[in-house]
């Protein structure tokens, strides 16, 4: 079965950084795009970034691209969200995201909290 399994959340402060990790098993991990998204208190959930199977495309939210950076090991199976500069507002859960035969799969979130 497929799983997702998100890690590398935690508190900083605003300017520093955090590196996030989403292991995945259960499906042909390198045959297949993967993406972060994030979700805030009472907001929708949002894309954050995605990048292709090979890790030779990679897409961006404007709110993040000068700040993040997502790749992928295909052989370790683990997609990686290099957050820098972090601000208050990217204070969310951070989902890891298979689109998969015509279904959405989601790790379980890691929290990642900005503050002073």
């Known amino acids: 079965q497929v799983q997702l399994v998100e890690s590398g959340g935690g508190l900083v402060q605003p300017g520093e950084s955090l590196r996030l990790s989403c292991l995945a098993s259960g499906f042909a991990f390198s045959y297949n795009v993967m993406s972060w998204y994030r979700q805030a208190p009472g907001k929708e959930r949002e894309l954050v970034a995605s990048i292709s199977s090979l890790g030779t495309s990679t897409n961006y939210a404007d709110f993040v691209k000068d700040r993040f950076t997502i790749s992928r090991d295909n052989v370790k199976q683990i997609v990686y969200l290099q957050m820098n500069s972090l601000k208050p507002e990217d204070t969310a859960v951070y989902y890891c995201?298979?689109?998969?035969?015509?279904?959405?799969?989601w790790g379980r979130g890691t929290q990642v909290t900005v503050s002073s």
């Open positions: 995201n298979l689109y998969h035969n015509d279904m959405d799969y």
